[in-house]
């Protein structure tokens, strides 16, 4: 299948100085890709090449296998972006603005009405369908912000720092959003907030002055690190046997059993949501369950570690 996205050595200079160096990457279709890095370090640079705002300095990007250079106009149907500093007109009321920018994305006449109601129940918006932007509430300006970059239909959704400025009720309902709209998207997102996008992202690539450091899936596995006990009442059946059987254990490796009766499991889990069903079966075995933890590198481990030293 196609990428919904192909960046391919894609460099941008202002003057003398680098903003991105030699970044290559493919998004697959219904991603969500987290695109991560210190202040200065490219991502909104990345962003405007991929609306077609900026032009690259070297490299390629094609969008829904449309060049960004050469077929522009193409590429830029297939992308809806919302920008971190939201650019709204307070005067006009929410119908207005959804009319006036289904009109910038070339949509006429029927199609125009159609778009409009679409994204408003999208982005239950009808409550406020008719009142001035400058009553707004913050999280619907958001709301609103995202309902017309949807106009259109575009195959690729760009959310830059998407809950910047929200209350925690509403970082909520914007996370909730982006699963739902995930599901007929391609979406690339920045955040500051990391754990934001380790909910929501599928991969996440890590930048640092303009260069891509890492692509880091963000699946449900979990490795779980187990010390386990022979309990004095326990059964015979060997531990890996017991754990093996469980449908979401992947694997078990096990450390050489000591004099102490006590060992050391590593158990991957296909779901973190596995690890309860986990501890029981351990100690329904006749084990004494002695430790367990999560030794997966979080997002926020991995962050500091390959930016170490960087202060934005």
Do not use: C
């Amino acid at each position: 299948m196609d990428p919904v996205v192909a960046i391919d050595g894609l460099s941008k200079r202002y003057g003398r100085k680098w903003a991105v160096r030699d970044v290559s990457l493919e998004i697959q279709r219904g991603e969500v890709l987290g695109l991560l890095g210190p202040n200065g370090s490219g991502k909104t640079t990345i962003l405007r090449t991929l609306t077609g705002y900026l032009a690259p300095t070297q490299g390629r990007i094609s969008v829904a296998g449309f060049d960004m250079a050469t077929e522009s106009l193409e590429a830029r149907r297939h992308v809806g972006y919302v920008p971190e500093d939201v650019p709204l007109y307070p005067g006009m009321r929410v119908d207005e603005f959804l009319t006036f920018m289904a009109g910038l994305r070339g949509l006429t006449g029927a199609a125009v009405r159609a778009n409009v109601e679409r994204v408003a129940a999208q982005l239950s918006l009808g409550k406020v369908h008719d009142l001035a932007i400058a009553k707004l509430s913050r999280g619907y300006r958001q709301r609103l912000m995202i309902a017309q970059a949807l106009l259109g239909e575009p195959e690729l959704l760009i959310l830059d720092e998407p809950t910047n400025g929200l209350d925690p009720r509403q970082i909520i309902e914007v996370r909730e959003l982006i699963r739902a709209l995930s599901e007929h998207h391609t979406i690339v997102l920045t955040s500051h907030i990391l754990s934001e996008i380790e909910k929501v992202a599928t991969r996440v690539a890590i930048l640092l002055d303009g260069r891509l450091l890492a692509v880091h899936e963000l699946g449900r596995e979990a490795t779980i690190r187990l010390r386990t006990r022979r309990a004095a009442t326990g059964g015979g059946e060997p531990i890996e046997a017991l754990l093996g059987r469980l449908p979401a254990v992947e694997s078990v490796r096990s450390s050489e059993q000591d004099g102490s009766e006590t060992r050391t499991h590593h158990v991957v889990l296909g779901s973190r949501d596995a690890a309860g069903a986990l501890a029981r079966a351990v100690q329904d075995g006749g084990y004494d369950l002695l430790e367990m933890s999560e030794t997966t590198t979080n997002l926020e481990g991995l962050f500091l570690e390959l930016t170490d030293g960087v202060r934005a």
